[in-house]
């Protein structure tokens, strides 16, 4: 079943779209992601989608900088419903949430090899730079994950 559809934008990159057909689907930097952001300002575990018959809410998971429904920051925690054409933001990602699925693909094209933007569950969407560049300086904690 698709509960819902979301656009993902992120810096730079072409938009993606997935379909949100898991009961509960996790967002953020670590790998073990439902959907993996190649987003320094997200946290490992940042949010999680909660998806059933009644509809998709999201919780932040106590990251650092913050999840965004339409400009209001969300409070650790505490489901919030979503509704159609809801603008989200995780960091320097933004999301846009719709229920009506559409004509979505599930997978991202496949492109030529080269970096990496985006994981979703299995699937990787190409764009940022899949090795890591030399290290300029020490790179500065972010928050309490």
Do not use: Y
């Not at 993902?8 to 959907?35: F, K, L, Y």
């Not at 409070?75 to 004509?103: A, C, E």
């Amino acid at each position: 079943m698709v509960f819902g559809i979301l656009a993902i934008q992120s810096p730079d990159r072409p938009i993606v779209t997935i379909e949100m057909t898991e009961t509960e689907m996790t967002i953020g930097r670590g790998a073990d992601n439902h959907i993996v952001l190649a987003d320094s300002q997200a946290s490992r575990h940042h949010a999680k989608f909660i998806c059933d018959d009644t509809g998709v809410r999201i919780v932040d998971l106590g990251s650092a900088n913050g999840t965004f429904v339409n400009d209001d920051r969300l409070r650790s925690n505490q489901p919030v419903q979503l509704n159609d054409g809801d603008h989200l933001r995780i960091g320097q990602t933004l999301l846009i949430f719709n229920r009506k699925p559409g004509g979505v693909r599930k997978k991202a094209e496949p492109e030529p090899p080269g970096d990496i933007d985006l994981a979703v569950g299995g699937d990787v969407i190409r764009g940022a730079p899949a090795e890591p560049k030399e290290a300029v300086g020490p790179i500065p904690p972010w928050g309490n994950d």
